[in-house]
């Protein structure tokens, strides 16, 4: 089968299209045929090396989540499954290929009205919007930024937030094109990459963040943060910050701040399933919106990650074998 993996670390170039032989599902597993393949930040991650200190190496398949047909179940996976239309988290490697095996706990039936493109940019971005949210304590009233906020988990903090009742929602993005669809989100102002503009009516700081990026400038947005407010990081697409950051906690001392790191592995399986169900509800309703940037092949997937790398993403890329 066709698939990609990291030959080198670093820039997309170290990407590369092989051939290897299909999987089999092991005991609880299922074999799936894709018809979308999401591209997330955590792929870029991977690529570039910043986690190879966890074990990831040269010749890692990258992608974590697919959707498509269910073709064969491994030993103890009941059988009614093959042929189904699916959601799959695979892990954080296997997706960018032509078939994928994903345990029968993470995968999750597609309703009808939703196609596997926007199933890829809801599936993963979605539950951890939601999760984030609830981690940061967020009550209606409360003013939040989302920081990073035109990929795919922003996007639908954006609407969650909103709909959530938030007094604000403020968003970090690039351009003003792009600040006009956020806004169309839900979003009620527009900051740059920096934390400036929004207009003069923009709050000046915040109760909630939830930062996709990280890197050199989340300090400032530490500095931002009211009263008791709290702070969750739920990626670092703009690479780790100073190492220092948290003297801008203890230098705050008397306001209370939080600041928490948030992962969907520490969130049980069954809960991230009953949200990810009542999302994809909701998205084939059009309750909930998706926003797929891209449809690419499979073998242009070093591509995906030059547009990823140069922040012309909004929303999220998919890959089709």
């Known amino acids: 089968m066709k698939a990609v993996v990291i030959r080198t670390f670093g820039d997309p170039d170290g990407l590369e299209v092989v051939d290897l032989p299909a999987p089999a599902p092991a ?3 299922v074999l799936i045929t894709p018809e979308a393949i999401g591209v997330g930040g955590v792929d870029a991650v991977i690529r570039r090396g910043t986690l190879a200190t966890h074990g990831f190496k040269e010749g890692h398949l990258l992608g974590s989540e697919v959707a498509g047909n269910i073709t064969a179940v491994g030993a103890g996976v009941d059988e009614t499954w093959i042929g189904r239309r699916v959601w799959a988290f695979t892990g954080l490697s296997g997706g960018y290929a032509e078939q994928a095996v994903a345990a029968v706990e993470d995968v999750l039936a597609l309703p009808d009205g939703l196609t596997g493109a926007e199933a890829v940019a809801l599936g993963s971005s979605g539950v951890v919007a939601h999760f984030a949210l609830e981690r940061a304590r967020f009550t209606p009233g409360e003013t939040v930024l989302v920081r990073g906020a035109a990929g795919s988990i922003g996007i639908t903090a954006v609407q969650l937030a909103a709909r959530a009742g938030a007094g604000a929602v403020v968003v970090t ?3 003003e094109q792009r600040g006009a669809r956020l806004r169309d989100l839900g979003a009620t102002h527009v900051l740059d ?11 000046s700081g915040f109760d909630v963040v939830i930062d996709v990026v990280g890197g050199p400038q989340l300090p400032l947005v530490l500095d931002r943060l009211n009263s008791n407010g709290r702070f969750v990081a739920v990626g670092v697409v703009g690479g780790h910050p100073p190492a220092d950051f948290g003297m801008r906690l203890m230098e705050a001392f008397r306001k209370s701040l939080s600041f928490a790191t948030f992962s969907l592995d520490t969130v049980p399986v069954p809960d991230r399933q009953a949200v990810r169900s009542a999302q994809f509800a909701q998205a084939a309703r059009g309750d909930l919106r998706t926003v797929v940037h891209q449809v690419l092949p499979l073998d242009q997937a070093a591509t995906a990650h030059r547009e990823m790398d140069a922040g012309r993403v909004f929303g999220r890329i998919v890959l089709v074998p």
């Open 193 to 203: 990459r920096s934390g400036d503009g929004g207009g003069p009516d923009a709050p």
């Open 27 to 29: 005991p609880g597993q």
């Open 173 to 175: 993005t690039s351009s």
